[in-house]
């Protein structure tokens, strides 16, 4: 079975699976409990490590997606998932610890942070619907993968993201960061992935909490800092300034 006959079979076989969660979850986008939201715990993952684990859709999902790159010699591998709130605080918590101990101000510190990293409580992985993926076959492997440049040119992910901009908007993933000069928020990231028929309810399920006030219920570090003006931006740049195609 060529690659094109493959694809196509995969998809006529759960186009009716498919559907019906994209449905069914856009009508239920309000029933997501605010810890579902923030990391803090959600009934529909699934998965036993930080590799493994996600919404359950989207496993299957992706499933499907790397049985397609495999056809094309593409190993999809996942080097994050799901990533829950006390992660990502001793993520936020450990850099700004370091960068204010080396002398920078605490606002510049946390505007270097938020340049890829994001604040805990506001992560798109704490859904289980996200994943940072490269391809196990690219050659040379280098000690950081998770850099801009590796997915382009001569760069050993260079294709994995051809074969992405192709075919993974057929099985719902689509990139989070664009390579958009006019996009604000967080830098470029062409190896982070979201699935849209699950994250798309969910964001607009996140949009009626108040960040500010969990960050400082949860006293994340720096959050004297977080001022009304900052969860603004924050919110309008770094939560809804993304591909179009996941608000």
Known sequence: MNRKQFITTTLCASAGIALIPHITMAATSNDYTRNQLIGKGNPELTGSTYLTTMHQETAAAFAKMKAAAAQDNIAIEVVSAYRSFQRQKEIFERKYTEFTNNGLDPLDTIEKIIEY??????????????????????RPRPRSVLQAKHFHGN?????????????????????????????????????????APVSKPMLQGYKA????????????LGNAYFTADFIERYRREHILDINPELL
Not at 117 to 135: C, K, Q
Not at 168 to 195: C, I, L
Not at 210 to 219: A, F, K, P, Y
Request: net charge negative; with cysteine.
């Open 209 to 220: 909490l108040d960040v500010g006030e969990i960050l400082r219920e949860e006293q994340v």
């Open 117 to 138: 990293s994001t604040l805990p409580g506001t992560s798109r992985h704490h859904w289980g619907t996200d994943l940072d993926i490269i391809d196990a076959n690219g």
């Open 155 to 195: 760069g050993p992910f260079c294709k994995l993201k051809e074969w992405l901009n192709v075919y993974a908007s057929d099985f719902g993933f689509y990139e989070v960061y664009t390579n958009n000069a006019q996009r604000k928020g967080f830098n470029y990231e062409p190896w982070h992935m979201s699935y």
